[in-house]
Protein backbone atom coordinates (compact mmCIF):
# COMPACT_ATOMS: atom_id res chain seq x y z
CA UNK A 1 0.00 0.00 0.00
CA UNK A 2 2.35 2.33 0.96
CA UNK A 3 4.22 1.90 -2.18
CA UNK A 4 1.49 2.25 -4.09
CA UNK A 5 0.70 5.28 -2.69
CA UNK A 6 4.37 7.05 -3.26
CA UNK A 7 4.06 6.10 -7.28
CA UNK A 8 0.80 8.10 -7.47
CA UNK A 9 2.01 10.70 -5.76
CA UNK A 10 5.16 10.63 -7.90
CA UNK A 11 2.62 10.07 -10.90
CA UNK A 12 0.87 13.41 -10.10
CA UNK A 13 3.77 15.71 -9.23
CA UNK A 14 5.17 14.26 -12.81
CA UNK A 15 1.86 15.58 -14.62
CA UNK A 16 1.74 18.77 -13.00
CA UNK A 17 5.07 19.34 -14.08
CA UNK A 18 4.25 18.28 -17.48
CA UNK A 19 0.95 20.86 -17.68
CA UNK A 20 3.31 23.59 -16.37
CA UNK A 21 5.59 23.07 -19.00
CA UNK A 22 3.36 22.90 -21.26
CA UNK A 23 1.12 26.05 -20.52
CA UNK A 24 4.60 27.87 -20.68
CA UNK A 25 5.30 26.81 -24.00
CA UNK A 26 1.96 28.26 -25.02
CA UNK A 27 1.78 31.60 -22.86
CA UNK A 28 2.79 34.55 -25.03
CA UNK A 29 5.93 36.20 -25.17
CA UNK A 30 7.02 39.52 -23.86
CA UNK A 31 7.42 42.20 -27.12
CA UNK A 32 10.59 43.83 -26.99
CA UNK A 33 10.22 47.66 -27.61
CA UNK A 34 11.59 48.45 -31.29
CA UNK A 35 15.37 49.72 -30.74
CA UNK A 36 15.08 53.68 -31.85
CA UNK A 37 17.48 54.68 -34.57
CA UNK A 38 19.47 57.61 -34.04
CA UNK A 39 18.57 60.00 -37.33
CA UNK A 40 22.30 60.38 -39.19
CA UNK A 41 23.08 62.89 -41.94
CA UNK A 42 23.08 60.20 -44.09
CA UNK A 43 19.08 58.96 -43.63
CA UNK A 44 18.19 62.31 -43.33
CA UNK A 45 19.49 62.94 -46.76
CA UNK A 46 18.13 59.73 -47.97
CA UNK A 47 14.56 61.36 -46.86
CA UNK A 48 15.74 64.57 -48.53
CA UNK A 49 16.21 63.20 -51.76
CA UNK A 50 12.64 61.32 -51.80
CA UNK A 51 10.98 64.73 -50.84
CA UNK A 52 13.11 66.37 -53.90
CA UNK A 53 11.26 63.54 -56.13
CA UNK A 54 7.85 63.22 -54.44
CA UNK A 55 7.22 66.13 -51.89
CA UNK A 56 4.74 68.70 -52.16
CA UNK A 57 5.41 72.63 -52.05
CA UNK A 58 4.95 73.79 -48.82
CA UNK A 59 1.49 75.90 -48.52
CA UNK A 60 1.80 79.60 -48.91
CA UNK A 61 5.05 79.31 -51.18
CA UNK A 62 5.58 79.05 -54.82
CA UNK A 63 8.23 77.54 -57.19
CA UNK A 64 11.58 79.49 -57.21
CA UNK A 65 10.78 82.07 -54.98
CA UNK A 66 13.07 85.00 -54.52
CA UNK A 67 16.01 84.43 -51.87
CA UNK A 68 18.21 86.46 -49.73
CA UNK A 69 21.50 85.92 -51.37
CA UNK A 70 22.81 85.65 -54.74
CA UNK A 71 24.26 82.03 -53.17
CA UNK A 72 20.06 81.16 -52.50
CA UNK A 73 18.85 83.55 -55.51
CA UNK A 74 15.70 81.10 -56.04
CA UNK A 75 14.81 78.71 -53.62
CA UNK A 76 11.68 75.86 -53.18
CA UNK A 77 10.58 75.10 -49.91
CA UNK A 78 8.96 71.33 -50.10
CA UNK A 79 7.02 69.66 -46.95
CA UNK A 80 6.64 65.81 -46.06
CA UNK A 81 2.67 64.95 -45.23
CA UNK A 82 3.38 65.61 -41.85
CA UNK A 83 4.22 69.24 -42.43
CA UNK A 84 1.88 69.63 -45.31
CA UNK A 85 -1.63 68.65 -43.15
CA UNK A 86 -1.06 70.52 -40.30
CA UNK A 87 0.11 73.53 -42.58
CA UNK A 88 -3.01 73.27 -44.48
CA UNK A 89 -5.24 73.12 -41.30
CA UNK A 90 -3.81 75.87 -39.47
CA UNK A 91 -6.29 79.17 -39.84
CA UNK A 92 -3.10 81.06 -40.83
CA UNK A 93 -0.55 78.26 -42.55
CA UNK A 94 2.87 78.15 -41.50
CA UNK A 95 2.17 81.71 -38.98
CA UNK A 96 -0.47 79.79 -37.42
CA UNK A 97 1.22 76.14 -36.74
CA UNK A 98 2.76 76.54 -32.70
CA UNK A 99 3.57 72.96 -32.98
CA UNK A 100 4.92 70.84 -35.97
CA UNK A 101 4.62 66.80 -35.21
CA UNK A 102 7.04 64.53 -34.82
CA UNK A 103 8.19 63.98 -38.08
CA UNK A 104 7.74 66.75 -40.07
CA UNK A 105 10.22 67.21 -42.43
CA UNK A 106 11.04 70.80 -44.19
CA UNK A 107 13.18 71.32 -47.19
CA UNK A 108 14.31 74.40 -49.15
CA UNK A 109 16.39 74.24 -52.37
CA UNK A 110 18.59 76.69 -52.87
CA UNK A 111 19.44 78.21 -56.64
CA UNK A 112 21.65 80.49 -58.40
CA UNK A 113 20.56 82.74 -60.57
CA UNK A 114 20.51 80.48 -63.15
CA UNK A 115 18.07 78.06 -61.21
CA UNK A 116 21.52 75.45 -60.98
CA UNK A 117 20.82 74.00 -57.54
CA UNK A 118 23.48 74.84 -54.92
CA UNK A 119 22.91 73.86 -51.76
CA UNK A 120 19.70 72.10 -49.76
CA UNK A 121 18.88 72.86 -46.31
CA UNK A 122 16.58 70.77 -44.12
CA UNK A 123 15.24 70.75 -40.75
CA UNK A 124 13.46 67.20 -39.36
CA UNK A 125 11.21 67.33 -36.06
CA UNK A 126 13.20 64.36 -34.06
CA UNK A 127 11.62 63.49 -30.81
CA UNK A 128 14.31 63.34 -28.13
CA UNK A 129 16.64 64.98 -29.94
CA UNK A 130 16.49 68.65 -28.52
CA UNK A 131 14.00 69.73 -26.23
CA UNK A 132 15.30 72.68 -25.63
CA UNK A 133 15.35 73.73 -29.41
CA UNK A 134 11.79 71.77 -30.10
CA UNK A 135 13.28 68.58 -31.27
CA UNK A 136 15.05 70.32 -34.38
CA UNK A 137 17.50 68.72 -36.36
CA UNK A 138 19.44 71.25 -38.16
CA UNK A 139 21.08 70.11 -41.57
CA UNK A 140 22.44 71.61 -44.92
CA UNK A 141 23.68 69.68 -48.08
CA UNK A 142 25.54 69.78 -51.31
CA UNK A 143 23.54 68.60 -54.17
CA UNK A 144 25.14 65.23 -54.04
CA UNK A 145 24.63 64.89 -50.56
CA UNK A 146 28.10 66.01 -49.10
CA UNK A 147 26.70 67.67 -45.72
CA UNK A 148 28.01 70.88 -44.95
CA UNK A 149 26.18 70.61 -41.35
CA UNK A 150 24.15 68.81 -39.45
CA UNK A 151 22.65 68.25 -36.13
CA UNK A 152 22.59 70.77 -33.78
CA UNK A 153 23.33 73.76 -35.60
CA UNK A 154 24.09 76.89 -33.54
CA UNK A 155 23.82 79.49 -36.09
CA UNK A 156 20.29 77.88 -37.65
CA UNK A 157 18.89 77.35 -34.08
CA UNK A 158 19.31 81.35 -33.76
CA UNK A 159 18.18 82.60 -36.90
CA UNK A 160 15.21 80.29 -36.32
CA UNK A 161 14.43 81.10 -32.58
CA UNK A 162 13.28 84.57 -34.18
CA UNK A 163 9.94 82.78 -35.09
CA UNK A 164 9.46 80.47 -31.76
CA UNK A 165 5.40 81.31 -32.10
CA UNK A 166 5.43 78.95 -35.10
CA UNK A 167 7.59 76.42 -33.85
CA UNK A 168 10.87 77.53 -35.05
CA UNK A 169 9.32 77.66 -38.99
CA UNK A 170 9.66 80.88 -41.25
CA UNK A 171 6.09 81.63 -42.86
CA UNK A 172 7.23 81.32 -46.71
CA UNK A 173 6.16 84.78 -47.84
CA UNK A 174 8.73 86.63 -45.04
CA UNK A 175 11.11 88.70 -44.93
CA UNK A 176 14.03 88.88 -42.87
CA UNK A 177 15.77 92.27 -42.36
CA UNK A 178 19.28 92.45 -45.06
CA UNK A 179 21.15 93.07 -41.42
CA UNK A 180 19.52 89.80 -39.80
CA UNK A 181 20.87 87.90 -43.21
CA UNK A 182 24.41 89.92 -43.11
CA UNK A 183 24.88 88.58 -39.19
CA UNK A 184 23.81 85.22 -40.10
CA UNK A 185 25.74 84.89 -43.51
CA UNK A 186 28.66 87.12 -42.98
CA UNK A 187 30.57 88.02 -46.20
CA UNK A 188 27.90 87.34 -48.81
CA UNK A 189 26.45 88.92 -51.58
CA UNK A 190 23.12 90.06 -50.85
CA UNK A 191 20.82 89.87 -53.91
CA UNK A 192 19.48 92.80 -55.64
CA UNK A 193 16.28 91.50 -56.57
CA UNK A 194 16.00 90.95 -52.74
CA UNK A 195 16.74 94.50 -52.11
CA UNK A 196 14.54 95.68 -54.40
CA UNK A 197 11.79 93.72 -52.86
CA UNK A 198 12.32 94.46 -49.36
CA UNK A 199 12.25 98.15 -50.32
CA UNK A 200 8.94 97.92 -51.91
CA UNK A 201 7.54 95.66 -49.58
CA UNK A 202 6.60 93.00 -51.46
CA UNK A 203 6.88 89.44 -50.85
CA UNK A 204 9.46 87.55 -52.60
CA UNK A 205 7.18 85.43 -54.22
CA UNK A 206 7.77 85.56 -58.47
Aim: glycine residues 4%.
Amino acid sequence: MRCARIVSQYATLLLALVMVTACASHAPRAIRPAAVVPVTSASLFAQVRALERHGTILPGSRLYMYGARMADYYTIDRANAATVNVVSTAKNGVAGVQRFPNGSLLIKENFDVHKHLKTITAMLKEPGFDALDRNWVMAAYKPDGAAIAFGKVTSCIQCHAMVRTSDFVFPPLRHLPVSVVKTFFPGQTISPKYLELRKANKPPSR
